[in-house]
């Protein structure tokens, strides 16, 4: 823990107990020698800062505080008296999330980390409490009660558990928030969402008026319900709500799936009452630009332009006025439309050099405090806190204790040639000291119509790279953030060109010198299952080995069900969007037969590592298990692990150290240095 912390915490009844906690138990420990490899628990273990925000003033930080022995608490520190507070803390529940609700008050909810999907039979529930403690209020039923370290005050006003914070900053000037909740039809499908006004002390709410529909909402920059949109049958409508008369008018209306001209996303609104919005207004790009409500038209002239990138950040504001808007090309930043937050951005990077310092601030003009959220390569997430009137910077602490940066791997963006001459960008992490001939993990992102790579520390990467591997991210065609050619062009193409992209960084890997062409494995979840899977199929001499983990095995499956759980892709998805971007179960037919691991598993002889949550609802068990069969058939070097209660990945810590454990050994022996021998 950080000196600040232990200067807030002195004093204090809790504070051998939180400093503890705060510090975590990796930090206490002796440290390993220096020859030896940094555990696995290191890696994987849940965050001991997991999130922080400052109150509307600016005087109160409140943070996630985790750590192992007891449960994740919510934590206030006041900065002008430098006293920390705990203010939920549970025996048989982590806080999960929270918001401020005004200076005094926050509202949280709540989760259970030490069980997986398959056991957790309860709702995140809604409460609210006093930043000292006091006055703390279910609002929200969750299915089964908690207890508090302090007892719990349960109203008569108690929402049904289908209700669930918002996310967006409000008013922060009443004890009311907004809130959504779930509209579940006759066979327990949510239609849409609701929006609550709900008052955290008395727990009654009421609902806001609809123009029909809605299952999402905008609140303006003084945090009031202006916008609201609903997609349905392939089509989406957005609605405009008037601050004058609260009417509800149509703005926009354009195909969901397909990127019309016409298409945009709502960002946030200005303090002016100016729309902004994320749209391509003709370019290959999307940028950031403004809406004009009174016609739906987008200006064709953008805010933030970001060339070859997408934007797809958010705007950043205190109350009553915009002073920037988060970005992401190679690397997460800020572009700052204010001139006092570019000096107070210049000076904080020059305080904390070697990454890239994320700067958020409470709603307030005079707030004394920016909170800073560190980001870099070889080191985890830490938050710091500004005063810039003094200059002074303050450590608060860092999401994970224990990782040397000395030992992490350098991650650094490349651009490849596929070979039909696109440009490919992936992210190449090498271990620390490494620099060729090195075995190589080509890891493939799910989604896959996502932007897969995010530079800045990972676990799953750093891991790899602490055992001696170099690790390949290519953001391959049909990624998202780097244009709609890029996006497009992976439209369906499983097994096929995004599959050629794949293949194209490994050997752009082996022609650079820096992967040894005898040890590469290929590796993924999700999308990236069926990648490595296909991996094998295609390119049988390029990879040694392959690591699947809920992994999609058959596409027609996707289609099919034989989900032992609903499913939770949308019925509009799998109606529109699949058939535009997957394929056609009739039209493709051939396609999906011959791009098919299931139907292709005969010509997988490499070594398989294979793991699935057995109450995966996007990538049912019944994936793995039909696969496997069909692979073991004349494959035997296929290892194969289901994880009971896990669902599309894995949420239980003991269950991360044993995948990745798995993983090591499987590398070991495949690519290793003994394999080199």
């Keep these: 823990m950080t000196s600040f912390l232990r200067r807030a915490l002195h004093g204090t009844a809790f504070a051998a107990a939180l400093a503890c906690a705060l510090t975590g138990p990796l930090a206490q420990a002796q440290s390993p020698a220096a020859s030896a490899l940094p555990p696995v628990e290191l890696f994987f273990s849940n965050p001991l800062l997991a999130n922080a925000e400052l109150s509307p003033s600016g005087r109160y930080l409140a943070a996630l505080s985790g750590a192992a022995g007891r449960r ?8 002008q008296e430098n006293k920390a507070t705990p203010v939920a803390g549970y025996q048989n529940v982590d806080v999960l999330r929270f918001q401020w609700v005004n200076d005094d008050r926050l509202l949280f909810n709540v989760t259970d980390k030490q069980i997986g999907p398959g056991g957790n039979y309860m709702a995140s529930g809604l409460y609210a409490v006093n930043r000292d403690g006091s006055a703390l209020r279910q609002l929200a039923n969750r299915r089964g009660d908690i207890v508090a370290e302090g007892g719990t005050q349960i109203g008569r006003h108690v929402l049904p558990w289908h209700t669930f914070m918002l996310g967006q900053r409000g008013a922060q000037d009443s004890d009311h928030v907004y809130v959504t909740s779930y509209n579940i039809d006759q066979n327990d499908e949510v239609e849409s969402l609701s929006l609550l006004r709900l008052d955290t002390v008395t ?29 349905t049958a392939g089509k989406t409508s957005v609605y405009y709500r008037e601050p004058a008369s609260g009417d509800w008018r149509t703005i926009a209306q354009y195909p969901t799936y397909s990127g019309s001209k016409e298409g945009f996303t709502p960002v946030g609104f200005g303090a002016d009452g100016t729309l902004y919005v994320r749209a391509h207004a003709g370019k290959d790009a999307a940028a950031l630009h403004t809406l004009d409500l009174a016609t739906g038209k987008i200006n064709p002239e953008g805010v933030v332009v970001m060339p070859g990138y997408d934007f797809d950040g958010a705007l950043i504001s205190r109350r009553g006025k915009l002073l920037g808007a988060s970005i992401e090309t190679d690397a997460p930043g800020i572009v700052w ?5 570019q000096k107070i951005q210049q000076d904080v990077d020059k305080l904390l050099p070697g990454g890239v310092n994320l700067i958020s601030v409470a709603s307030r003009a005079d707030a004394p405090w920016v909170l800073v959220r560190s980001v870099s390569d070889v080191r985890p997430l830490s938050f710091h806190l500004y005063h810039p ?16 940066p000395a030992r992490m791997g350098r991650q650094d963006p490349v651009r490849y040639k596929a070979r039909d001459g696109r440009e490919i960008p992936a992210l190449l992490t090498v271990p620390a000291g490494a620099t060729k001939n090195l075995p190589l993990v080509v890891m493939v992102h799910g989604g896959p119509y996502v932007r897969g790579n995010h530079w800045g520390w990972d676990p799953e990467t750093q891991f790899l790279a602490s055992r001696g591997y170099a690790v390949l991210e290519p953001d391959f065609r049909g990624s998202r953030g780097y244009g709609t050619a890029h996006f497009r062009a992976g439209w369906k193409q499983w097994g096929l060109a995004m599959q050629d992209d794949i293949a194209d960084a490994a050997r752009w890997a082996i022609a650079q010198g820096l992967a040894d062409p005898k040890r590469i494995c290929i590796a993924g979840a999700s999308y990236g299952g069926y990648a490595a899977l296909m991996g094998l199929v295609n390119d049988p001499d390029l990879y040694k080995c392959g690591i699947n983990f809920v992994g999609v095995t058959d596409i027609n499956l996707l289609y099919n069900g034989h989900w032992s759980f609903d499913s939770d892709m ?3 998805w799998k109606n529109h969007g699949m058939p535009l971007m997957i394929g056609d179960q009739v ?4 396609q999906f037969k011959a791009t098919s691991p299931i139907q292709q598993a005969a010509k997988i002889t490499q070594p398989l590592l294979l793991a699935y949550g ?3 609802r996007r990538v049912p068990l019944y994936h793995g298990n039909l696969f496997r069969d069909a692979v073991q058939a004349h494959n035997k070097q296929v290892d194969w692990v289901v994880y009971q209660d896990e669902g599309h990945g894995w949420t239980r810590p003991q269950n991360r150290f044993d995948f990745w454990k798995r993983v090591e050994t499987f590398l070991g022996k495949h690519i290793g240095d003994s394999a080199a021998k």
């Design 570 to 572: 949308t019925d509009d």
């Design 337 to 341: 439309f204010d001139k006092d937050m």
């Design 389 to 404: 009137a003094s200059g002074r910077l303050n450590p608060i602490g860092s999401s994970r204790d224990g990782i040397d």
């Design 203 to 231: 727990g009654r709410s009421q609902a806001v008026q609809r123009p029909g529909p809605i299952d999402s909402w905008l609140l303006d920059n003084a945090g009031e319900p202006r916008l609201g949109m609903y997609s």
């Design 587 to 590: 039209k493709d037919a051939a």
């Design 72 to 79: 994740d608490m919510l934590v206030v520190v006041d900065l």
């Design 614 to 616: 057995a109450v995966d």
